[in-house]
């Protein structure tokens, strides 16, 4: 039994007396025994906790508001760009009310056909569209399915014209890139080799580049590379419009670097292409483009690492050929460059999207030597999607454009008019509430300054108010500004809701991303601190009134958070994280991210790991703040032991009257899943921080 009055009363967990030794350092591990799902205990374990759980949901007075209105913000549906394709193109769209976007395609005389409904294959909602890819020529597309969440594509062909499916499936998908060859008849891509040719541990990876013939039995295809390479490495594979390229790139696990092949498949041999070395063992993120005039783009952070676009010309691979057209920028990061050609044009000209501080830019450049000609005017302080060029060129790109009060939507530009046009809306209408969003700089501790986005029912703060922090902070993905039914369901209730572009992340380049990575990794979590620092002493709210969030990286961010500032949050929301550092390499995709955060048996990376683990900053008799885990049976990426035993541990340890809580779900996993699952998570987190926050 609890002794303090008005805590709740935990399920029971036994606590092992487990230690490693780790380089000296003894370990404490007692809650070892919940990383087995299929364990008795830890299903009886579970089951209180869901108890437990839907025991304390009774108190989420703004829930069902929260369920309402997000389902409404969310109302109007989503379009992607077309996708070109000859005469015909594709698209993905969800009608208001729909689980799933459908992939459309769209012929010639505009009749629009339906490709691929994922809830038509499957009427539970398990089944979900993981990627997609059409042939050069239209006539036949490659898609990736995969059940409840788990990631584990089964690839297949269909027929466009018929809608058939004349391929598949072929397993051990995962993650797979299609690069198909003119012609339709065989393409490039990625799989694991067989599980029962690995030991257990190493199933998960052991990628190889294989080429299929549409129709040819998988096991037969041929193994075009990663023979003998790192067990963990993710491949990359691309064939130019014209078929006479094909571009290999290699990373080891998720590292900010990449090693990359091209092979000339003129010849034929497209079975056993001659692969020629462009960049080897350089600590630099480079890719191509070829051009249809024979130039090849290359796209690289060599000496640049905001981004820069150089050309070359075959056979001139070396870096020391690569002649810059768009120079690294010191202020902002290269996005994208779109080649815009065509008779209708006077010259070959470049649409470059670079983004400052998160916020998208668009400028225009001369084709020949990448001089800036003009910006090109956006729709408002927000987020480009694309752009997206027909496969056969072309004046005229579509992008997406959003920003916090916008819902997705489609622009064209056309270089023969130099404008901007609205291209499609979303397919329904939705009523957005005023609110305002603003940038904010503040400083961390080592003097770095960092921006925050504030999105709040007033401009400046008139009263302190509940408050929800978000972050990430790794592998250096940004955060943008973008439409979000959760952040603005919080803001029109009354609350504020900010994100911090804190280190790790992609914002600010290359830099900014290691700055917050391996042994700097302590970077984040003092941005994060700084970042919630910062609202209190501006006013926009207090720590009674503040709740973190994130989720995967974000999980492990707002796990050190509240272990290392426990005072300065009244509420957490920790979803499917990454907590337990000393043994996060044990179990799914581990591994391959010892190259964002160290490897617990290198001795000085242990080092590194131990000094924030989560897991192991757990501190007996601290008030923590109330807290929810949230795992999903299925996720395939971070482990859902790690929200089990931080759950326990810190359960056992809190000396406060505020819950502890685990939210389990099953039949999902760590992204895709269908829109009314989506919309009840983010309700149950909003109601729960609203409980918590003071949201009345």
């Known amino acids: 039994m609890n002794p303090r009055e008005n805590a709740p009363t935990y399920p029971p967990a036994p606590r092992l007396d487990l230690v490693d030794d780790f380089h000296g350092t003894t370990v404490a591990d007692p809650y070892r025994w919940l990383e087995d799902r299929d364990d008795a205990r830890t299903q009886e374990w579970l089951a209180a906790q869901t108890a437990l759980t839907s025991q304390e949901r009774e108190s989420w007075t703004r829930r069902d508001g929260f369920i309402d209105r997000i389902g409404t913000l969310l109302g109007a549906g989503t379009s992607s760009p077309p996708y070109w394709r000859g005469e015909r193109y594709f698209l993905t769209r969800r009608d208001p009310g729909q689980q799933f976007s459908v992939l459309y395609v769209v012929d010639a005389d505009g009749t629009e056909r339906t490709l691929i409904d994922p809830m038509a294959i499957d009427p539970t909602g398990a089944t979900t569209l993981d990627g997609w890819q059409p042939s050069k020529e239209g006539d036949r597309l490659a898609y990736q399915l995969s059940v409840g969440g788990n990631e584990e594509s089964l690839l297949y062909v269909m027929d466009v014209d018929t809608g058939e499916t004349i391929d598949g499936p072929i397993d051990r998908c995962r993650y797979s890139p299609v690069a198909w060859l003119p012609g339709s008849q065989e393409f490039y891509y990625v799989r694991r080799i067989a599980p029962e040719l690995l030991p257990e541990a190493e199933r998960n990876f052991h990628r190889r580049v294989y080429l299929h013939h549409v129709g040819a039995n998988p096991d037969e295809d041929a193994l075009v590379f990663g023979a003998g390479r790192e067990m963990t490495n993710y491949y990359g594979v691309e064939v130019s419009r014209d078929g006479h390229w094909l571009q290999v790139t290699a990373s080891q696990g998720t590292e900010p670097r990449n090693d990359l092949w091209v092979a000339d498949l003129s010849s034929g041999y497209h079975d056993h292409p001659a692969f020629l070395l462009v960049q080897g063992d350089v600590d630099a993120q480079t890719s191509l483009t070829f051009g249809r005039d024979g130039r090849v783009y290359v796209s690289t952070d060599l000496d640049a690492p905001r981004g820069r676009l150089a050309v070359t010309w075959p056979p001139d691979w070396e870096a020391s050929e690569w002649t810059d057209l768009i120079p690294e920028d010191p202020e902002a990061v290269l996005e994208s460059v779109t080649v815009l050609d065509g008779d209708e044009l006077e010259e070959e000209l470049l649409l470059v999207v670079r983004t400052s501080h998160g916020v998208a830019r668009m400028s225009l450049h001369h084709g020949h030597d990448g001089t800036f000609i003009k910006d090109v005017e956006l729709p408002g ?88 922090l978000y972050g990430y902070g790794g592998f250096g993905i940004p955060l943008a500004p973008g439409y979000s039914a959760a952040i603005l369901a919080w803001v029109e209730a009354g609350g504020v809701w900010a994100v911090a572009n804190i280190r790790g992340g992609g914002e600010e380049g290359e830099e900014w991303h290691r700055a917050g990575m391996l042994a700097n990794k302590q970077n984040v979590f003092d941005d994060f601190h700084a970042a919630a620092e910062w609202l209190c002493a501006n006013g926009w709210t207090t720590p009674e009134q503040l709740g973190i969030y994130g989720g995967s990286n974000g999980g492990l961010l707002v796990g050190a958070a509240m272990t290392q500032r426990p005072e300065l949050f009244n509420a957490v929301v920790c979803v499917a994280p990454l907590l337990d550092m000393i043994r996060y390499t044990t179990s799914e995709l581990g591994p391959t991210w010892t190259v964002e955060y160290g490897d617990p048996v290198v001795p000085e990376q242990f080092g590194w790991l131990h000094a924030y683990s989560p897991y192991h900053r757990v501190v007996a008799d601290t008030d923590y703040p109330a807290t929810m885990f949230a795992v999903f049976d299925n996720d395939t990426r971070t482990d859902p032991m790690h929200g089990r035993k931080m759950a326990a541990a810190v359960q056992h340890a809190t000396s406060g009257t505020r819950p502890i809580l685990l939210r389990t779900e099953g039949d999902v996993g760590h992204g895709a899943r269908a829109l009314d699952k989506s919309v009840v998570e983010s309700a149950d987190t909003l109601a729960f921080f609203a409980r918590w926050t003071g949201l009345a």
């Open 381 to 468: 302080a927000g987020t480009i999607g694309g752009p997206v060029e027909h496969i056969d060129g072309g004046p005229v790109t579509w992008f997406v454009y959003t920003d916090h009060t916008t819902v997705p939507t489609i622009y064209t530009y056309d270089a023969r008019t130099d404008e901007v046009e609205l291209y499609a809306t979303p397919p329904g209408v939705v009523d957005v509430p005023t609110v305002h969003s603003q940038q904010v700089e503040y400083t961390s501790p080592d003097g770095t300054v960092v921006r925050m986005f504030v999105i709040a029912p007033t401009q400046t703060p008139d009263t302190p108010r509940p408050t929800i």
